[in-house]
């Protein structure tokens, strides 16, 4: 049988990298849509897969670019993860965030179904959809969302998922997925912002941690188990999207309490709101909150039900809240110790 030919926009961002793997370990052909960036679009593709992918330069911005990129990658499957994926900037740059992450979807489908009609299509659509709407969230809640970023991917959803899926039978479906994490995760994003500070602080280069809200909840998996729910929805019979979450919620402070755990640093908090700070051991504050890091709207509680998924894809997430932790903060306390020295 004919290798499977997959084409993956958004390639080299943490989800991209785990998929690639994934599908290259599948015996897939993988053909990943990049921009053209002056700083190395590929540093967080593991250096093992790097070679075995075909790089297609292009971007969600640009038809004619999908267009080319697709007739040479030929896909049976697609998976868009590309997107302006950072919330909190989504509310600083609106219409960036529906032009790649709203009017992307429409013209990567155009263009693909153009191609192949019968290509599958992945969406990275988000658990922020559910904005407002109280936990637990799943495939029947009512979506509520109170970013821009949340909006346009709903918007995608609504519009280019369901609607094209019902209107013309299309092969799409969307992954609702909660927050996914990993030590591949964008620095910007709480987790990783929170355990590469750590590691330095441990490591005496950095003296304190800036953050916003504490008290956010947010249902954290691991990336890695993320991807694989992915191409399972594109394996069914018919297009399905599917809540994918742990289904258990943390607060960025336990987060954050975790992390300097898993780093042999002990936390206390005191204050509250804007007055909050957590010190170690000695008394010194190594956590300070910062209101530029608070949103304009924020999510307050996500926790997903995942039932559906976990019976008709036969997914399980595999690593815990603890362990996704302690593989992020012990993984950045290695890194930066390594490029100390
Ligand atoms: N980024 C960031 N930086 N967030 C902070 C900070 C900080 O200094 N301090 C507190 N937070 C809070 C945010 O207000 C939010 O409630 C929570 O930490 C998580 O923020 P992010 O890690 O930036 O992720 P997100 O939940 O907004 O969005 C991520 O998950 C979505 C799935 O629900 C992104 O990956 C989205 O692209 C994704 O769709």
Partial sequence: MAKKRAFITGITGQD???LAELLLAKGYTVYGLIRRSSNDPLVRLPQRVRKDITYLYGNLRDSASLRRALEVARPDEIYNLAAQSDVGVSFKIPEETFE?????LGRLIHEAVAINPKVRIYQASTSEMYGSTKPPQNERSPFNPVSPYGEAKLRAHEDYVVGYRDRYGLFICSG???????????EHFVTRKITQSLAKIKLGLQKQLELGNLDAKRDWGFAGDYVEAMWRMLQQKKPVDYVI???ETHTVREFLAAAAKALGMT??????GLRETAMDEKGR???KINKNFYRPREVHSLRG???KARKELG???????????TMMALADFERVRREQK
């Fill in 245 to 247: 979450s742990t289904g």
């Fill in 100 to 104: 790649i992450n709203y009017h992307g």
């Fill in 16 to 18: 991209g990298s785990y």
């Fill in 176 to 186: 609702i997925l909660f927050n996914h994490e990993s030590p591949r995760r964008g």
């Fill in 305 to 307: 039900d995942s039932r």
């Fill in 285 to 287: 504050v190594l956590v």
């Fill in 315 to 325: 997914w399980d997430p595999q690593v815990s809240f603890d362990e996704l932790v």
């Fill in 267 to 272: 936390l206390t908090f005191t204050g509250k």
